[in-house]
C-alpha cells in the first residue's frame, strides 16, 4: 500500500530531522504497532515496552527509509525486528486481569497462545500480509519452514477455537 501525500511529506520533513512531523506519524500509527507488538509479544507489559522501542528505533533510522517503501509497512518490520532483539527478554506468556479485558476475542487469546515462531509467523502473513520471502528474512529460517510454520499455527489455532 503506498502512502498518501500526507504521509509522504512527514516522512520527508521526519528525516530532515523535524521532531513535530515524526510525532505525527506516531499518532497516526501507534494503535496499529501496538496491536502488532502486542499480538506478537502476548505481552501487555512487554508490547508498550517493544512498542516505545519500536518508535526509538524508527526515528534512528527514518533517514534510511527507502522512499518507495509504505511507512506502515517499514515501521511494522522495525516493530517485529525489535521483539526479536529482544526474545530472550520475553516474558513467559501468563494471562492477566489487564490482559483478559484485551483478549475477549478468542481468536486473538488463541494467536498469544502459539509458540513465538508459530505466532510471528501466523500474524505476520496472515494478518499483517507480509511476504513468506520477507517472513523468512526476519526470522532467519528458510521459505520452506515459514510455509511449515503457517500450516501448523492454522492447524492449532482451529484447533484452539474447536475446544
Excluded: C
Aim: glycine share 2%; charged share 30%.
Amino acid at each position: 500500500m503506498q502512502d498518501n501525500k500526507l504521509i509522504k511529506a512527514l516522512v520527508l520533513n521526519a528525516q530532515l530531522g523535524n521532531n513535530s512531523a515524526f510525532e505525527q506519524l506516531y499518532q497516526m500509527t501507534i494503535e496499529q504497532i501496538y496491536a502488532l507488538t502486542l499480538r506478537l509479544a502476548g505481552d501487555t507489559s512487554f508490547a508498550e515496552t517493544m512498542t516505545r522501542k519500536t518508535y526509538v528505533n524508527a526515528w534512528q533510522k527514518i533517514s534510511q527509509k527507502d522512499e518507495f517503501a509504505s511507512f506502515a509497512t517499514w515501521l511494522k518490520k522495525i516493530a517485529a525486528e525489535t521483539i526479536l532483539h529482544e526474545k530472550n527478554e520475553f516474558p513467559k506468556a501468563e494471562k492477566t486481569a489487564e490482559d483478559d479485558s484485551l483478549y475477549n476475542d478468542p481468536f486473538e487469546a488463541n494467536i498469544r497462545d502459539l509458540e513465538l515462531k508459530n505466532r510471528f509467523t501466523y500474524v505476520l502473513h496472515d494478518i499483517e500480509h507480509f511476504s513468506i520471502a520477507e517472513i523468512s528474512k526476519l526470522l532467519g529460517i528458510s521459505d520452506r519452514e515459514i510455509k511449515i510454520l503457517l500450516v501448523s499455527s492454522r492447524e492449532e489455532l482451529i484447533s484452539l477455537l474447536e475446544e
